[in-house]
Structures are given as C-alpha cells and as structure tokens.
C-alpha cells in the first residue's frame, strides 16, 4: 500500500468516526427534547432552543473532524 493510500485511508476514518459521535448525540438530543416537549409543552420554546444550542455544539465534533480530514487528504 502506498503512502498516498494510507493517507486517504487516514482521512477516511477520521471523518468516519468523527461523525458517529455527533450523529449520536444529536439523536439522543432531539430525542429527549421531544419527550420533554411531550410532558411540558408550555416548555416548548426553551426546550427547543436548548436543543438547538446542544446540537450545534455537537456538530461542531463532526466539523473539526471534517477540517482533519480535509488537511490529510489535501495538504499532506
């Protein structure tokens, strides 16, 4: 296996399994949010704006993990 392929490999796992985190925790997010809005929904707007504010921080996981493997398959 050459150096390149290792290389795309390498930025391939990284941006695999920097997704599956976030992609979790963004489903147990709204998962929750919901079964919360279910029992409150007087709640709804803060609950929603909790869940939003949670999501992004989440994704941010998954963007950094995008950055790494776009510098391994670009620059390296």
């Known amino acids: 296996m050459t150096e390149n392929a290792l ?37 709804a707007g803060s609950i929603r704006t909790l869940m939003i504010l949670g999501a992004g921080l989440a994704e941010a996981v998954a963007i950094y993990a995008f950055v790494i493997a776009l510098v391994l398959s670009l620059v390296v």
Do not use: H
């Open 7 to 43: 290389i795309k490999l390498a930025a391939a796992i990284a941006i695999g399994i920097g997704s599956i985190g976030p992609a979790l925790g963004i489903g147990m997010a709204v998962s929750k949010a919901m079964e919360a809005v279910g029992r409150n929904p007087e709640a």
